[in-house]
């Protein structure tokens, strides 16, 4: 199978985070999006979880799922991670709302598990550290059943606590 990178895998990232707001308190929700390749992502961290939804830009595009290997299958495909660094650490392990389905692709080993066309979530259960300065690290791909843009390793959106 032939994977075309896309034009899209150029564009910069652009990040969007919601200013600190006199009154402002930990327990309101804090939002930050960017976008690179393809893919949006908006973050909603509240006082005990972060939501990251992963919003392809192009309609017929999947994202891989949370369970696929770090590798990939045969080397193809980049799992969807959310992480937190600085003022948040994780208490559990990051879920999705949508179910994973299987793609069966000629001359893999295995099928890769992917999320349906369109948008998906994935919840974190964090804590916060105290400090007032975060930031959500996202990796993920996402894949027509023709084209797959660049991968997204490792995009640091910072967050600023209340």
Do not use: K, W
């Not at 402002?24 to 006082?47: E, L």
């Not at 069966?104 to 550290?129: F, K």
Request: glycine content about 10%.
């Amino acid at each position: 199978m032939v994977l075309l990178v896309g034009a899209a895998a150029l564009v910069v990232g652009r990040f969007h985070a919601r200013p600190a707001v006199a009154g402002h308190t930990p327990a309101d929700p804090v939002t930050a999006s960017a976008v690179q390749n393809g893919v949006q992502v908006t973050v909603v961290v509240t006082a005990d979880t972060v939501q990251a939804t992963y919003r392809p830009q192009r309609p017929g595009f999947h994202l891989y799922s949370i369970s696929l290997p770090t590798d990939g299958v045969d080397g193809l495909g980049i799992p969807t991670r959310l992480e937190v660094q600085g003022g948040l650490r994780a208490t559990g392990s990051p879920t999705s709302d949508r179910p994973v389905q299987s793609l069966n692709l000629p001359g893999l080993s295995a099928p890769l598990p992917v999320y349906p066309d369109g948008p998906v979530a994935i919840t974190l259960p964090v804590t916060r550290t105290g400090s007032t300065s975060a930031q959500v690290v996202v990796s993920y791909g996402a894949c027509s059943t023709s084209t797959c843009l660049f991968p997204v390793r490792a995009l640091v959106i910072p967050i600023r606590l209340g």
